[in-house]
DNA sequence: AAACTGCCCAACCGCATATCT
DNA sequence: GAGATATGCGGTTGGGCAGTT
């Protein structure tokens, strides 16, 4: 016979610790030790599960756990650490004293995950296409534009959970293969595009620029441009992005040049509410970016495919300057201590692995 | 001030592996 | 060695605080 079970689920109780609950956990383990976590609860007389007291213990209680914010070292090394080792929390706060798997993979998680995640879009898992999203928030502060109200549903907010049913495959505890070559590829196209839009690796992003990233399948049809059914309509957030307030009547193009915004009759809107109006009488963003009125000329027309295909010659990794640039925006920090810094050069170099495969692993994992 | 939302993080769930009988 | 549980781990959830309108 085995062992009995971990713990009764009946009469157990759940939910957050009380700081009884917890000094009760904290005077036993210092009286008995660490361990036997099955039989702790009852001998504590704690109504807890040993499995909670367990993760309660290593996640709170512990004193030689470290408090406070992760610090910029810290973070260096949890990025590198994690282009190795991938989603492996455990052994990775293992090399970070104080901090617990829960922890680093919390602050993963809110806070670089989701650098990377606003940067690359990855394909559907329905669509082998290369899709490559940008609607990260820009990296300078858009002094202009203050946050919308609304709150994104919680899916929107979890962009590694698909779907809910398929959620729960069977997992192995090594790290998933990278899909290299499709890294590579979406890679390099957010590099050349990149690259184009900004005339240099100095040079800002502005507002459109973060909705380039069309997906488009083997056949270069356009899957989905938001991620949806392909057809982004012209909602708030769209306009908000496109719209060029500095000049009313313009929008941004991903080529660098602006287009004006026309109507049907091609009369061009002189207000930002005209311009607004305007965009929204159209039924689609491609609706309107596809009409031949909108084109200005000496102006760039927003060429979708053009740019895509561009992104494709996969030079990405041959640009040293390049590479370094879009790494560095990636690992750039929120707030004026971290701004500028990149982390880049230092993933091969310290841990002795070539440097584009660990970027990619990274970004895979 | 109220309503609403973005975000953080503690805690839970279920699977994989280790350990025990 | 087989079967069963204990433990460890990573993914995910949801409560609650803080920020914004």
């Not at 009764?8 to 956990?25: F, H, P, S, V």
Request: proline share 5%.
């Amino acid at each position: 016979m085995g062992r009995a079970p971990c713990c009764e689920k009946i009469g157990i109780k759940r939910g957050r610790w009380t700081a009884e609950e917890d000094q009760i956990l904290s005077n036993y383990i210092q009286s008995n030790g660490e361990g036997s976590w099955r039989s702790l609860p009852k001998n504590a007389g704690l109504k807890r599960c040993g499995k909670s007291c367990r993760l309660r213990w290593i996640n709170y209680l512990r004193s030689d756990l470290k408090r406070g914010n992760i610090t910029p070292e810290e973070e260096e090394l949890v990025v590198k650490l994690h282009a190795t080792m991938g989603n492996r929390w455990s052994l990775i706060a293992s090399h970070l004293p104080g901090r617990t798997d829960n922890e680093i993979k919390n602050y993963w998680n809110s806070h670089l995950s989701r650098k990377l995640h606003n940067f690359i879009r990855k394909p559907s898992i329905s669509h082998d296409v290369t899709a490559v999203i940008m609607n990260a928030p820009p990296p300078s502060p858009r002094p202009t534009t203050k946050r919308r109200p609304g709150r994104t549903s919680r899916s929107a907010m979890k962009p590694k959970t698909l779907n809910p049913k398929i959620r729960k495959t069977k997992k192995t505890s090594a790290p998933p293969e990278p899909n290299v070559d499709v890294a590579v590829k979406a890679v390099a196209e957010e590099e050349t595009l990149m690259m184009e839009l900004s005339g240099g690796a100095e040079a800002e992003l502005r507002p459109c620029d973060y909705y380039y990233g069309d997906c488009y399948d083997n056949n270069n049809n356009l899957v989905s441009i938001n991620g949806d059914n392909g057809v982004l309509s012209f909602d708030d957030d769209i306009i908000d992005l496109l719209l060029d307030e500095s000049e009313p009547g313009h929008v941004f193009t991903s080529c660098g040049g602006e287009v004006d915004i026309r109507d049907s009759e091609g009369t061009r809107g002189t207000s930002n509410q005209e311009n607004l109006d305007c965009l929204q009488s159209y039924p689609s963003v491609e609706s309107f970016l596809n009409l031949d009125n909108q084109v200005n000329d000496g102006d760039e027309f927003i060429d979708w495919d053009c740019v895509c295909e561009q992104g494709n010659d996969g030079n990405l990794w041959n640009e040293k300057e390049g590479h370094d640039s879009m790494v560095s925006w990636l690992l750039d920090g929120d707030d004026e201590t971290t701004i500028g810094k990149s982390n880049c050069d230092k993933f091969g170099e310290s841990l002795d692995l070539d440097e584009d495969n660990a970027l990619v692993a990274w970004l895979l994992s």
